[in-house]
């Protein structure tokens, strides 16, 4: 079974920093993109950022670029979101979706980040 | 950036009766790989979304068959020949052609 345990959501200071951890299982994950998710409260999906099998290849949405770091370590089925100067506009429900051929297939159950002061 | 529109924003359905979801974007979807990577999916109250279908028209597993996709271009459509109550949350199409990905703005299913 595909799963996603996304972690290290929390309450942050504008400005401040947060790095989120998404742990994969049920599949190989060296083989697939996969993808950050967000939303926030109350409102729809944005799509945040993604990162090619071997990490090679990495976009971002315009309103993160600069700002957020997309990462990956294979040896461990792990993917990670370092977020910087983080902004009240960053307060969402962050989930991490595998990346299939057709592409996002599954998700997590999502971390929620709150950036407040 | 592309843009995805879907329509109604809001959808209140009857049981038993039949729903339709419009989802139309700002450029054609057709990749340089003649797929188009048009995708939609639901999310019941406080759950993940889930992909219900996949290159316009291809159900996923363990989706009922009376939701189904069509269209081509730059129109999509959504249906549901029965609507039934597990059915009710919000409908999300969603572009994987292009970078970056994008979604529509959602549709709301409730019964009335």
């Known amino acids: 079974e595909v799963q996603l345990v996304e972690s290290g959501g929390g309450l942050v200071q504008p400005g401040g920093s947060l790095r989120l951890s998404c742990e994969a299982s049920?599949?190989?994950?060296?083989?697939?993109?996969i993808s950050w998710v967000r939303q926030a409260p109350g409102k729809g999906l944005e799509w945040v950022a993604n990162?090619?099998?071997?990490?090679?290849?990495?976009y971002y949405v315009d309103s993160v670029k600069g700002r957020f770091t997309i990462s990956r370590d294979n040896a461990k089925n792990s993917l990670y979101l370092q977020m910087n100067s983080l902004r009240a506009e960053d307060t969402a429900v962050y989930y991490c979706?595998?990346?299939?051929?057709?592409?996002?297939?599954?998700w997590g159950h999502g971390t929620l980040v709150t950036v407040s002061s | 950036d592309l843009v995805m529109t879907q329509s109604p924003l809001s959808l209140p359905v009857t049981l038993g009766q039949p729903a339709s979801i419009s989802c139309r974007s700002s450029?054609?979807?057709?990749?340089?790989?003649?797929?188009?990577?048009l995708n939609w999916f639901q999310q019941r109250p406080g759950q993940s979304p889930r992909r219900l279908i996949y290159?316009?028209?291809k159900r996923d597993s363990g989706v009922p068959d009376r939701f189904s996709g069509s269209g081509s271009g730059t129109d999509f459509t959504l249906t549901i020949s029965r609507v039934e109550a597990e059915d009710v949350g919000v409908y999300y199409c969603?572009?994987?052609?292009?970078?970056?990905?994008?979604f529509g703005q959602g549709t709301k299913l409730e019964i009335k």
């Open positions: 450029q054609s979807l057709v990749h340089s790989d003649g797929n188009t990577y």
């Open positions: 990162i090619k099998q071997d990490g090679s290849e990495k």
């Open positions: 979706a595998r990346d299939g051929l057709a592409g996002i297939d599954y």
């Open positions: 969603m572009q994987g052609t292009h970078w970056p990905y994008s």
């Open positions: 049920g599949f190989t994950f060296s083989s697939y993109w």
């Open positions: 290159k316009v028209s």
